[in-house]
């Protein structure tokens, strides 16, 4: 994994970018095959298909005004940059937010039911946001709050500094579980905070201080064989003898499988998944960079995206959480990799690969909360600051993920303090006060996401607390 921050020279791993980087994406040109059947100027036309470097990091965390981009892209190559952007490794805790208040297999039916709500709901105000932006003619999240709501835009700011904060903090937990795992499976053993420490001190420092990270936009395509590669081998497991009492890693399990008769739909733990859930579906922040990169971005047309890569994102969660609770049930763990046995050889590809993936995505995650951190305080980022700044978060962060070991309590806090203000609150406040004429009822609905999104970021964030530090006060 280290050989990742040796992508640039020692000079370059240490220059300070002028400006915010946006990352471009990276196209594949294939010539379409002539046919009779087809005009002539239309089959010799290429079929691009992009794929974006950054899976996380807002794109709007500065104040600036990003410029319009030059190209923009179809849907098919949109609809995947949206699927990227939305699914990474936060979808790894969903096993465990089922967990939370069930442990029966016929909680996965509720459970689906509240995934696919809570996903028609982010694909609503991900809408809502593109719309407000060809409204507003702003460019960011940032700029359309201060053209609606209000000049001072730090509710946004804050977001777009604790959001990757939170999301920095969970993968440097599952680096430190990952490598500990792979290290096992190598024949060897390594300590958890040796292998948190000795990322954070090499790979992961040079990454963040890189003024460059085209060099990292292929990473994207290992996240993508990660996700699909997990999801498969997560379904061979789960209706598989492997995991079950006899099979050939169910001695090896320090928590077996466990299943009880009963669902408990209704109990505040449900706010687990729900919060979980506001991390599975956050792309918020890139609303704008898609409407404004989308070919012929008329509001159908962009409504359509919506749906397609909700819809897929969707349906990759479903899977990922059924497979994996199916597969321990009320044992699953916070990072459902945690619980497949070390020498499992398709567990050990799959966290191999998410590792890979991870480590690329994180300077992309530290940017994000670096340019809002910056844009909070209001300080021009100089090379010292940057410096500084680099060097204080990431000990803090390590500090963090030394003392905190369960990544599925930071994707769910950080889901429901965030991401319910991003998804649910924010979108909805700016369209109250853009002044747009919307449907039939659609102002009380937008008042009905606002208390909705107050309920889950409180009631949430308290139960996720309770549910890692205090599970006995919940029963």
Not at 229 to 243: D, E, H, L, S
Not at 302 to 313: H, V, Y
Request: aromatic share 10%.
């Amino acid at each position: 994994l280290t050989v990742l921050g040796a992508l640039s020279s020692p000079t370059d791993s240490f220059r300070v970018p002028s400006a915010p980087y946006v990352p471009s994406p990276i196209r594949f040109t294939v010539p379409q095959q002539t046919s009779q059947a087809i005009p002539a100027s239309l089959s010799r036309r290429p079929v691009q298909f992009a794929l974006q470097a950054d899976a996380f990091a807002p794109a709007d965390a500065s104040a600036a005004a990003a410029p319009a981009p030059t190209t923009t892209t179809g849907l098919p190559t949109s609809t995947f940059n949206l699927i990227k952007a939305c699914v990474g490794a936060g979808v790894l805790s969903l096993p465990a937010g089922v967990a939370a208040f069930s442990s029966s297999p016929a909680a996965l039916v509720p459970a689906s039911a509240l995934m696919v709500t809570l996903g028609g709901l982010s694909a609503y105000s991900f809408n809502t946001i593109g719309k407000l932006s060809q409204h507003t003619n702003a460019t960011s999240l940032s700029t359309i709050w201060e053209s609606t709501v209000s000049p001072s835009a730090w509710p946004v700011s804050l977001a777009c500094f604790l959001t990757p904060l939170g999301a920095a903090l969970s993968y440097s937990i599952i680096l430190g579980d990952a490598t500990t795992s792979l290290a096992a499976a190598a024949g060897f053993s390594l300590a958890r905070p040796y292998a948190i420490l000795g990322l954070a001190g090499t790979a992961l420092y040079r990454l963040c201080r890189l003024s460059d990270l085209s060099a990292l936009a292929p990473v994207s395509i290992v996240g993508v064989m990660g996700i699909l590669a997990t999801t498969v081998f997560q379904g061979v497991r789960a209706f598989g003898p492997a995991y079950k009492a006899g099979g050939a890693f169910f001695s090896q399990l320090s928590s077996p499988p466990s299943f009880a008769p009963g669902v408990t739909f209704l109990s505040p733990q449900t706010l687990v998944l729900v919060s979980m859930a506001a991390t599975a579906y956050l792309s918020h922040f890139n609303a704008p960079d898609f409407k404004r990169g989308l070919t012929d971005s008329t509001p159908g047309r962009f409504k359509k995206l919506t749906a397609l890569g909700f819809g897929a994102t969707s349906i990759i969660s479903l899977l990922m959480m059924s497979f994996g609770f199916l597969t321990f049930g009320s044992s699953t763990l916070g990072v459902v990799l945690n619980n497949y046995a070390p020498s499992d050889l398709g567990a050990v590809v799959c966290r191999l690969l998410m590792a890979i993936s991870i480590v690329g995505s994180y300077p992309f995650v530290f940017g994000g909360m670096k340019r809002g951190y910056f844009d909070l305080v209001k300080k021009e980022m100089t090379p010292a600051r940057d410096r500084t700044f680099t060097r204080v978060a990431l000990a803090c962060i390590t500090g963090l993920a030394l003392a905190l070991k369960d990544a599925g309590f930071v994707c769910s806090f950080n889901g429901a303090v965030c991401g319910s203000a991003i998804i649910y609150i924010f979108p909805s406040l700016m369209f109250l006060r853009s002044g747009m004429e919307g449907r039939r009822g659609e102002a009380g609905f937008n008042k009905f996401m606002i208390a909705l999104g107050a309920l889950f970021g409180v009631a949430g964030g308290a139960v996720s607390v309770m549910q890692s530090f205090f599970p006995a006060i919940l029963g």
